[in-house]
């Protein structure tokens, strides 16, 4: 069935409700062209409705007189009496622009623009409004599209396929709307339930449901998560002079109330600042609505653009409160061209509600059971917002599509398709195997993560695998196995190693797991694995640097994590290793350095390898980051942080004659850690720790307090590494240590000062790194650096001292997002 045809069978259904008379129309500007999401308001009442994108709209009204108010951002408001029956009736709206008058503004030559004083007193006024409607709960109906214009065949050379059956670059690739309550009670309290939701072409899905309001009260403003770390400052901050000029545009009357159109501007480039309109009403200097802009010179992320539209409207003769809100993002990045509309329409609004004892705790968002089930002929009826045609056309498509792609064909269709081998996949990115009906799949590592070399077992083949089983049929089910083998062996020592990974998760509503690993494989002298294999290949073959060190063991581990609420997680595990010494067996590299020479395969703290023995220990331990947020799903929770830190406790036993154990110690660590946002002038990552052995009666080596050192160009974990310690130097056994991880992200801050930084949005980062054993032994790494270079790229500068040990400096490069492959 052609869609067009499909409209004109499926609107006139749309349009159909409880109401005995339905007003519906369009939404144009005086040249006919189409005012998406302008609002529509019934006079003396705050019913009303907002258009579609397409400028259309539709609103139930029991029969009598009323006076229906159209507006829309930019233009004059316009006002019809109707009458309203049984029969449906057709109400057009034609808005022409806004006619601003200068006529009682005088501007003297060199004087300021009158613009200023009112924003002066906007400024005034702005900390009252912010805290004015302090209390308040209302529904939100939530609108979300994502469109492409144009999308790349491939990207890194696999082929990109939405596996929607259609092949036209212009495209909707996602859809979904959502009715929530949402309530506050400032200053931290905010809870939105969702009452019903859906999503194209998934019917287990929750839609996008986020109906807070953009305050522009607000100092800084804070849109999305990964905008601008900073946020951006609001044309009325309490220091938005020294940010904007001003320039007034015109006044105009709405109610009887005068109007002031002002133009916001940003004095420079690269700030994290809006451009665009804010109108302000005279007298009582509030926003009347606002029509701004974030581009790439507003230090943007990721988005290239992002328009806000807002409209506020009375709510009693003091109140005002928001009545629409749209943010239109767009972005082009790899060849794909996308932009979007993401609609909030704000009703039934209630000041100073009496909410109950409990109402506010850790649930910011939940979604009731059901709200994801509503049918068709519900959202017809409680729709505040048309649908388009091509959105009607895509809820038909997808939901159809969903259907098929459950039938056995389809399945071993797709499994077909996905699991081509590839030359890029064998390589590069590990080749997957899926069967999408038992809903289980397999993958493989690439070979670039499977070959390796090292000077104990030369020529490395590390064949590693994992297949994954969904245990249940819903897609967002924690009830999963997985099953890992890995298979290592080494052509200069002949030795074979084989071990498998089994791993349990389940947890209605808080995430838990049960592992269990086993066989034969190859450690780090630190488990804690911080050398990577790829980059010992790269330090031995080429600079002659055999910086790991290694050993065997057979071993067993069974461990458990279980989530207990509250934004708590506790674990404990149990630990065998049968220990073998290792020994160098090549010498081979590419490049020979006369002065260099291999060092024997055990840290530098030993005089001589270990003899085989026998470790079994026990750990327990509990994280715990109290105030924690959450998202509740009728059968599971999802925690989103919180604004403390989090804490980390564990202790560990070494337990003699257990399995012919040799150990015996009791060793502890205490560490908390937080990312502090401090919005204008960056950010700042922290990660403290502090630790040491109880008792020592027996302790080797793989058992030893180590930090994390790291010998090579690229860098490693910066919150729990150090940049330029040698690796074992430092291992140690005694009773007390701490350590210190810190880093300030500027995010532009400073940097958009220098003209060619700025144009790169390249951001400086600073910090240091330590740790304290005693007054002679210590450890500190200031450094200083530049990050988001190429968006994955960071360089610093690194400067590591050491009491008794002449200071060293280095480069180190660091990669976000990019696997380096395995370390063991």
């Known amino acids: 069935m052609k869609p067009s045809l499909l409209f004109l069978l499926i609107f006139p259904l749309c349009?159909?409700?409880?109401?005995?008379?339905?007003?519906?129309?369009?939404?144009?500007?005086?040249?006919?062209?189409?005012?998406?999401?302008?609002?529509?308001?019934?006079?003396?009442?705050?019913?009303?409705?907002?258009?579609?994108?397409?400028?259309?709209?539709?609103?139930?009204?029991?029969?009598?007189?009323?006076?229906?108010?159209?507006?829309?951002?930019?233009?004059?408001?316009?006002?019809?009496?109707?009458?309203?029956?049984?029969?449906?009736?057709?109400?057009?709206?034609?808005?022409?622009?806004?006619?601003?008058?200068?006529?009682?503004?005088?501007?003297?030559?060199?004087?300021?623009?009158?613009?200023?004083?009112i924003i002066r007193n906007a400024i005034k006024k702005r900390e009252y409004y912010l805290n004015q409607l302090d209390k308040f709960q209302c529904e939100v109906y939530i609108k979300g599209q994502?469109?492409?214009?144009?999308?790349?065949?491939?990207?890194?050379?696999?082929?990109?396929?939405?596996?929607?059956?259609?092949?036209?670059?212009?495209?909707?690739?996602?859809?979904?709307?959502?009715?929530?309550k949402y309530s506050v009670d400032k200053p931290n309290k905010a809870k939105i339930e969702v009452l019903s939701t859906k999503v194209s072409g998934q019917s287990d899905g929750y839609g996008f449901s986020a109906p807070q309001i953009v305050s522009f009260y607000e100092n800084n403003i804070q849109i999305g998560g990964n905008l601008n770390a900073r946020g951006f400052i609001s044309p009325i901050a309490g220091n938005a002079l020294n940010f904007y000029r001003y320039k007034l545009e015109g006044v105009f009357i709405e109610d009887g109330k005068e109007i002031n159109k002002i133009k916001v501007i940003p004095?420079?480039?690269?700030?994290?600042?809006?451009?665009?309109?804010?109108?302000?009403?005279?007298n009582d200097w509030r926003i009347h609505s606002v029509q701004l802009q974030l581009t790439k010179e507003s230090q943007m992320e990721l988005v290239d653009t992002l328009r806000i539209e807002q409209l506020h409207m009375p709510y009693d003769t003091d109140i005002w409160v928001i009545k629409s809100q749209v943010i239109y993002p767009s972005i082009k990045i790899f060849g794909f061209?996308?932009?979007?509309?993401?609609?909030?329409?704000?009703?039934?609004?209630?000041?100073?509600?009496?909410?109950?004892?409990?109402?506010?705790?850790?649930?910011?968002?939940?979604?009731y059971e059901g709200s994801n089930k509503k049918p068709a002929d519900y959202w017809d009826s409680i729709r505040p917002v048309p649908l388009q045609l091509d959105e009607v056309v895509d809820y038909r498509k997808k939901d159809s599509l969903e259907q098929i792609k459950k039938d056995p064909q389809y399945l071993d269709s797709l499994d077909k398709r996905r699991n081509r081998i590839t030359v890029m996949n064998v390589l590069m990115r590990g080749q997957s195997f899926s069967r999408e009906k038992k809903r289980e799949s397999f993958n493989i590592n690439p070979l670039l993560r499977t070959m390796s070399y090292n000077t104990v077992e030369g020529l490395v083949i590390n064949l590693r695998g994992n297949y994954f089983k969904r245990l249940d049929s819903s897609s967002g089910s924690r009830r999963s196995i997985s099953i890992s083998p890995v298979i290592r062996y080494g052509f200069s020592n002949d030795h074979l190693n084989a071990y498998s990974i089994f791993n349990y998760n389940y947890g209605k509503k808080y995430r838990s797991s049960i592992q269990f690993s086993g066989g034969k494989r190859v450690f780090q002298f630190n488990n804690a694995n911080p050398v990577l294999a790829l980059d010992n290949s790269v330090a031995t073959l080429f600079w002659e640097r055999n910086y790991m060190k290694l050993y065997e063991a057979w071993f067993a581990r069974l461990?458990?994590?279980?989530?207990?609420?509250?934004?708590?997680?506790?674990?404990?595990?149990?630990?065998?290793?049968?220990?073998?010494?290792?020994?160098?067996?090549?010498?081979?590299?590419?490049?020979?350095?006369?002065?260099?020479?291999?060092?024997?395969?055990?840290?530098?703290?030993?005089?001589?390898?270990?003899?085989?023995?026998?470790?079994?220990?026990?750990?327990?331990?509990?994280?715990?980051?109290?105030?924690?947020?959450?998202?509740?799903?009728?059968?599971?929770?999802?925690g989103i942080g919180s604004?403390?830190?989090?804490?980390?406790?564990?202790?560990?036993q070494g337990i003699e004659n257990v399995f012919s154990s040799d150990v015996n110690f009791s060793k502890w660590y205490f560490g908390v850690n937080d990312n502090l946002n401090l919005k204008l002038l960056g950010n700042i990552r922290y990660a403290l720790g502090a630790g040491g052995f109880i008792s020592r009666n027996n302790v080797e080596v793989p058992d030893f307090t180590h930090f994390n050192g790291n010998q090579l160009f690229l860098a490693n974990d910066y919150m729990g590494s150090f940049q330029l310690l040698p690796y074992y130097r430092y291992s140690n056994t005694d009773r007390f240590y701490a350590k210190t991880h810190l880093e300030h992200h500027y995010n532009g801050l400073l940097t958009n000062k220098i003209p060619l930084f700025r144009r790169l949005n390249w951001h400086l980062v600073t910090g240091a790194n330590s740790f304290y054993l005693s007054s002679d032994q210590y450890y500190i790494e200031p450094f200083v650096g530049l990050e988001n270079i190429l968006k994955i790229l960071r360089v610093d500068f690194v400067w590591g001292i050491e009491k008794g040990n002449p200071s060293s400096t280095g480069i180190r490069i660091g990669l976000r997002g990019i696997n380096r492959g395995d370390n063991d």
Request: hydrophobic share 35%.
């Open 643 to 652: 604004k403390y830190p989090t804490f980390n406790v564990s202790f560990t």
């Open 559 to 638: 461990g458990f994590v279980k989530g207990i609420g509250e934004g708590a997680t506790v674990s404990a595990s149990m630990s065998y290793q049968d220990r073998l010494p290792l020994e160098n067996t090549s010498q081979y590299v590419i490049k020979d350095w006369k002065e260099k020479a291999f060092t024997p395969n055990y840290p530098e703290i030993m005089s001589a390898n270990f003899q085989r023995h026998q470790a079994f220990s026990i750990s327990l331990g509990i994280q715990w980051r109290p105030g924690g947020r959450y998202i509740e799903y009728p059968d599971r929770k999802i």
């Open 146 to 180: 994502l469109r492409l214009r144009n999308y790349p065949k491939k990207l890194f050379g696999q082929t990109v396929d939405f596996e929607d059956g259609d092949t036209s670059k212009k495209k909707i690739v996602f859809l979904s709307e959502t009715i929530a």
């Open 337 to 367: 061209d996308a932009y979007g509309s993401f609609v909030n329409v704000y009703s039934k609004f209630e000041i100073n509600p009496e909410f109950a004892k409990k109402y506010f705790n850790s649930t910011l968002l939940k979604f």
């Open 267 to 282: 004095k420079r480039k690269y700030e994290p600042l809006f451009s665009g309109y804010i109108n302000i009403t005279e």
């Open 15 to 117: 349009l159909l409700n409880a109401h005995a008379g339905r007003v519906a129309g369009s939404v144009t500007d005086d040249k006919g062209n189409l005012l998406p999401f302008a609002s529509i308001l019934v006079k003396g009442t705050t019913k009303g409705t907002t258009a579609n994108n397409e400028g259309r709209y539709f609103i139930g009204l029991e029969p009598g007189t009323y006076t229906i108010i159209c507006q829309y951002v930019g233009y004059k408001r316009q006002e019809k009496i109707i009458d309203v029956s049984n029969e449906d009736l057709q109400l057009d709206f034609q808005l022409s622009l806004q006619e601003l008058s200068m006529a009682a503004v005088v501007i003297k030559p060199g004087a300021e623009d009158p613009a200023y004083e």
